[in-house]
């Protein structure tokens, strides 16, 4: 009777995502969760730090809206460094893969070369 429910499935993820400011896909970029997670954390704290020391609360609000910022982007740059840096060496090691299956066994096979000039 009823058709495959799997065609549907990508559109219900598209709309169960969640985005920020209407352009950020937090649940599919790399880093954005964690990130706003993190900077959450650090604005209350930041936030109530300030009030307990000080008793002003539009200050601790303005410094919990500094805290925010400033330890997403914070978290957002390190983790994106960190991602980037993976991505290259995750490239690196399939090209390597690639070469060694592409050339093992033939000529061009650095350990082939490296076993016939030990035997000669």
Request: glycine share 12%; aromatic share 10%; hydrophobic share 30%.
């Amino acid at each position: 009777g009823i058709g495959p429910i799997h065609p549907l499935q990508p559109e219900e993820r598209q709309i169960g995502s969640v985005k920020l400011l209407g352009f950020l896909d937090v649940e599919n970029t790399p880093c954005a969760r964690h990130s706003i997670l993190y900077g959450s954390l650090g604005s209350a704290v930041a936030g109530f730090g300030h009030f307990l020391f000080t008793s002003r609360i539009r200050r601790s609000c303005d410094v919990g809206v500094g805290g925010f910022i400033l330890v997403t982007l914070g978290c957002w740059f390190h983790c994106r460094y960190n991602y980037a840096k993976q991505r290259i060496q995750e490239r690196i090691a399939r090209e390597e893969i690639k070469k060694k299956i592409l050339y093992e066994g033939t000529h061009l096979d650095p350990e082939r070369k490296h076993n016939g000039s030990s035997s000669n």
